[in-house]
């Protein structure tokens, strides 16, 4: 049996290729909002009543969606998975000139779980898959950029390479 993995065909291109095979990367642009932010509620009379924030969630929820599957595989990936999720919010006006961080809400946690709810069973097959998190919120034009990348289940490296059993993830590596 051979193992011809395809980023050893495609060497002189190789970052290219396995961008394109094993890890995705996207922005979304647009505001993030934080799971939780969604309220619903019955009054008094038994009617659930949903605030506006709830529909800012969905909203957000819907376009992180559909951003990712533009750039989703054909089948939404297994793990194991690393996700990397970069916030990027507005400066509140209020907010001191040389605020470096936006350490206010929405909270970092909550804007992940909205996000990662958002690619679930579209990038990620489930979110028990992610073995690692890395999310950041920052200043900046509104958005988060997002990069799912499959790991060998194996050697636990990015699958640059055919994962084997026996893999120590140095093959095809230089
Ligand atoms: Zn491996």
Redesign the pocket.
């Known amino acids: 049996m051979t193992h011809a993995a395809p980023a050893d065909v495609h060497d002189s291109n190789r970052d290219t290729y396995i961008v394109a095979r094993d890890a995705v990367r996207f922005e979304v642009r647009g505001l993030p909002v934080a799971q939780g932010s969604l309220r619903a509620f019955r009054t008094r009379g038994g009617y659930p009543v949903i605030t506006s924030t709830a529909k800012g969630l969905a909203a957000w929820r819907r376009l992180v969606a559909d951003v990712a599957q533009r750039h989703a595989p054909p089948e939404p990936w297994d793990g194991p998975l690393a996700v990397e999720l970069s916030f990027r919010l507005p400066k509140p006006k209020s907010a001191a000139k040389r605020k470096r961080w936006p350490d206010k809400r929405p909270d970092l946690d909550k804007l992940a779980r909205a996000a990662l709810d958002a690619i679930t069973h579209v990038v990620i097959r489930d979110d028990s898959h992610v073995v690692r998190l890395l999310a950041g919120k920052d200043y900046g034009p509104p958005g988060v950029v997002v990069t799912v990348v499959r790991l060998?289940p194996?050697?636990?490296?990015p699958?640059e390479?055919t994962?084997?059993r026996d893999?120590?993830?140095l093959?095809g590596r230089r």
């Not at 194996?154 to 490296?157: I, P």
């Open positions: 060998c194996w050697c636990g490296l699958r390479h994962p084997t893999c120590t993830g093959e």
